[in-house]
């Protein structure tokens, strides 16, 4: 059985409230998404290899760090199981600096039989001006 497009629904439901809570800290969203992707996924930013899950939650700690208002919105969502693409905006205010950044990008992933993230692209902008994320494994 390949995934739903309902279980698809729920995950990126559940993904974006985790991210966006404002009463976890960058630790607990991170364990909040976790179960949400399988214990093997595989990610890409902009065609580098992010890596695992370790890697990605140590990005997920910078920026839920750097950017403690940290919001993200989706604009549109298209779903044909097993996958999905989705466009976004993150927007935050970077606390090292001070700059508002409002980074628009896209997503794509495909998720196994329960709905769970195997493999997921990820393309946006760089701020102007800011650094990003650090590396995976940095």
């Known amino acids: 059985m390949t995934a739903t497009r309902e279980s698809i629904e729920r995950t990126l439901r559940e993904l974006n409230e985790a ?11 991170s364990a909040a998404v976790d179960p949400l ?5 595989r990610g890409w930013t ?6 695992d899950r ?8 910078w920026l839920f760090s750097t950017l403690p208002d940290y919001r993200r919105q989706y604009a549109q969502v298209v779903i044909d199981p097993p996958h999905a693409a989705w466009t976004w905006r993150i927007m935050g205010t970077n606390v090292e600096t001070g700059t508002s950044v409002d980074v628009p990008g896209a997503s794509f992933a495909r998720f196994d039989d329960d709905g769970r ?7 946006y902008s760089e701020p102007a001006g800011d650094s990003g ?4 494994g940095a």
């Open 19 to 29: 991210e966006n809570s404002r009463t976890l800290s960058p630790a607990e969203k």
């Open 37 to 41: 992707h399988t214990p093997d996924v």
């Open 46 to 51: 902009n065609g580098a290899e992010r890596g």
């Open 54 to 61: 370790a890697a990605e939650r140590e990005i997920e700690s």
């Open 117 to 123: 993230i195997e493999e997921t692209w990820l393309y």
């Open 133 to 136: 994320p650090p590396p995976a």
